[in-house]
């Protein structure tokens, strides 16, 4: 998706692009066009563009050093100089779990706080933490990486990074699917086995579990207290004022809401119970554009105040 933003965080027009072949060269393919459409919309006012992409990404260059769900034409692609040399207009590339944060904390559920972490639970979890007013992107662009970090690393689900049991394979909508998949024998007449093991959707067990349905809702329960493991972990590292649920599982709001936060209160020892305050993120899927937009505009990943 390409989005021209304006410098108060309003998104003036959407340009987007379904991607089937993520090849790097037909993903820039893809990028230069909606860019150029985007561009036409945005006249002559461009202070440059802003992009998210998955991976860890060299953010002075703008190459992609790698990025494992992309496949290996990623890696050191040099997305930043090819862009650049396109356009000719300034070009940064930041990771997009990252803009993400940044858009959330910039002109989102963030705003006004100093310490503040978003986590998208879609496909995977993508994160980002922003620590007294800073986005923390680490020595090598490797911090926020929240979906990787352990959390049942003897009887969980093998995680795409290859470990077992992280946050990520477990607690992301995948993740939601996959507690629903393991106790599929405990259900053998479950209305959610009906279909096609293709249609097992997140949202179709978290709905399920909405209207009570047994296989669903036991489903969810595991899936809450993993979730939990996880943000209590962030609270003991952190601390932050609000910790943000984005992404796929995060529109089930109070009903998560409300389930996550007495088990998270019941793990965290360390902190003043409920002094991480977890709401739910305000943008869904503009939070990634918002925040490479936001990018652009400061010359780099960083909170600061625009120039
Ligand atoms: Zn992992």
Redesign the pocket.
Known sequence: MAAVVDDDGSIRSKHEVDVENRSFGNVVDLLETTVQGALADAGSNVVGIGIGSPGNIDTTTGTIRYSPNFGPSWNGAPLGARVRERFGIPVFVGNDARCATLGEYTYGVGRGTKDFVLITLGTGIGGGIVADGNLVLGTAMGAGEI??HQIRPTDGFV???G?IG?F??QASGTGLIRQAAALASSFPRSMLLAGAPADLGSKRIRKAAQAGDPHAVAAWKNYVADLALGVANIVAFLNPEIIALGGGVSKAEAFLLDAVRPRVDALVTMAPPGSSRIAIAQFENDAGALGAATMAMRGGLTTGKVA
Do not use: L
Request: glycine share 22%; hydrophobic share 10%; net charge neutral.
């Open positions: 979906g990787h995680c795409g990074c470990k992280c990520e394979a």
